[in-house]
């Protein structure tokens, strides 16, 4: 039995108090800011003033709001349309044979190892081909098309743990395919489900790279790419402005773990102990 002694706790909690320090001191300097005056913007100190015209003043900003909404339409649409077809393409790969499964399996892995702006190179000639350059539908695909591979290969592990046996005894029970997948095998797969559609929609809600290259017209603008237009440019920057704007924009995806935590945690750490 491996003994934990005095030197390696002293190493464990110095590391783990590192890590938080540069994990949540970032934060705190962005909430404490954007609660200050104009006066105080880089003054070291935390929560020293509690001004909440800061966040007012973004609120009551209408183009802002426009870039919130157009933020959540596509982070909920990308979100949900990429889980429904991770959820049939992992599902598929899983529990059927066909021909060319496994070479299509490869290459969806080998899709993984391109980078996200490398996408982009073929992503915006398609787009403008076919007229959807500076649409909201254009960026929801680009993401569908990058979260994609993450989400069938992860539920696909999800599907693969669930036994044949069960599907073999629906289907003598007189159970069509249809209601074995939806009432069996995908609730038996709800932490993975949720894990992904969590992955999809702050990945979308994050995103500045394909915001700022698919979308260009303000209306159309998302929540990132806008932030950067409104609060910074040659004639100065709105700090103050930029940290009340980044609290409201954390704020859905704080929501999302509270709520969802328990699916996500055991999407991520399920098959790590066996059973």
Known sequence: MFQKTIGFKIFFWSFLLVIGFFAFFPQLWMVSTSLKPATEMFSFSFFKHFN???????LSDKTFLRYLRNGIVVAVASSLCSTAVS??????????????????MALIMVSQ????????????????????????????????????????????????QVPQSLMEAARVDG??????????????????????????FVWAWNDLLYALTLISSTANRTLASGMVFTFTGEGGNDWIGMMAASVIASIPVAAMFVFLQRYFI?????????G
């Open 266 to 274: 055991a999407g991520l750490t399920a098959g790590a102990v066996k």
């Open 87 to 104: 959820v049939f393409a992992g599902y598929s790969f899983s529990k059927f044979r066909f021909k060319g499964r496994k070479t299509v």
């Open 175 to 200: 159970s069509s395919e249809w209601r074995t997948m939806f009432q069996i095998i995908i609730p038996l797969a709800v932490p993975g489900v949720m894990t992904i559609a969590i992955y999809s």
């Open 52 to 58: 909440g015209s800061n966040l007012m003043r973004v």
């Open 113 to 160: 190892a391109f980078p996200q702006g490398l996408l982009l190179l073929s992503l915006y000639p398609m787009m403008q081909k076919v007229g959807m350059l500076d649409t909201l539908p254009s960026i929801i695909l680009a993401y569908i098309a990058f979260t994609l591979p993450v989400g069938t290969w992860t539920l696909k592990a999800y599907f693969d």
